[in-house]
């Protein structure tokens, strides 16, 4: 069943704790997003990836953190630096074709307490 | 900086009433573009993309937009709307010179009223 995995799908910590939100895709696609999704105010960029071992920065990129050594897995790092941290964390992945359409994991929901 | 814009953040119809909703965005390069809906509960999921030729497109659920490159935009239309239409919808461009960044408006949260 082919797909992209996020875990867990609630995740709760305290300020000042760094924590790793898992991203894995099994449709082996090259490019890989993380996106923050709040209210009103859409899914903004956080990181991508084209390829293994490369990422750039997205549009809100400050006190995240990311890896990209394998294909099929892009972990975020949301680090004691973001200010705001508690938010709704979607991963997608996409082919690297023309006009090759994004798909989304279940998100994760991060609290920090 | 590149960006998508929508325009309208909440819209409220009546069933069979017609929809649009704008999207236009800031960005000279190629782009590919599209239309992601999400349900209450649900993951995202496309409901239609241009990436070339033909600039209107159809996409499921009788959803079709229009993609003007002078305008920059890439409005969606609905002629007739449903209940179950009801969901948000985000507009989201793929920059083809800047990596492959995909970015998206602020989505706009359609109500139908039965």
């Known amino acids: 069943d082919g797909g992209i995995t996020q875990s867990p799908k609630y995740l709760f910590r305290k300020e000042g704790q760094n924590v790793t939100l898992s991203c894995e895709q099994n449709?082996?696609?090259?490019?890989m997003y993380w996106y923050r999704q709040d209210p009103g105010q859409g899914l903004r960029l956080i990181y991508y990836s084209q390829i293994v071992n490369d990422f750039q920065k997205g549009d809100i990129a400050e006190g995240y953190s990311v890896s990209r050594e394998k294909k099929e897995s892009f972990p975020l790092t949301v680090t004691s630096a973001q200010k705001n941290p508690t938010a709704f964390y979607l991963c997608?992945?996409?082919?690297?074709?023309?006009?090759?359409?994004?798909?989304f994991g279940p998100g994760t929901r991060l609290t920090v307490l | 900086a590149q960006s998508v814009s929508q325009h309208n953040h909440h819209v409220i119809l009546s069933e069979a009433a017609s929809l649009e909703l704008g999207c236009n965005y800031s960005y000279g390069g190629t782009v590919n573009l599209f239309w992601y809906v999400q349900y209450p509960g649900q993951h995202l999921q496309l409901l239609l993309k241009?990436?070339?030729?033909?600039?209107l497109v159809k996409g499921i659920k009788g959803f079709e937009a229009e993609f003007i490159k002078s305008k920059f935009s890439f409005n969606l239309r609905k002629p007739s709307v449903q209940w179950s239409d009801t969901a948000e919808y985000f507009c989201?461009?793929?920059?083809?010179?800047?990596?492959?960044?995909?970015?998206f408006g602020q989505g706009t949260e359609l109500s139908v009223k039965p």
């Open positions: 449709l082996n696609h090259d490019a």
């Open positions: 997608a992945s996409r082919e690297g074709l023309a006009g090759g359409q994004a798909f």
């Open positions: 241009y990436f070339s030729g033909d600039p």
């Open positions: 989201a461009v793929l920059l083809y010179n800047q990596g492959g960044k995909l970015i």
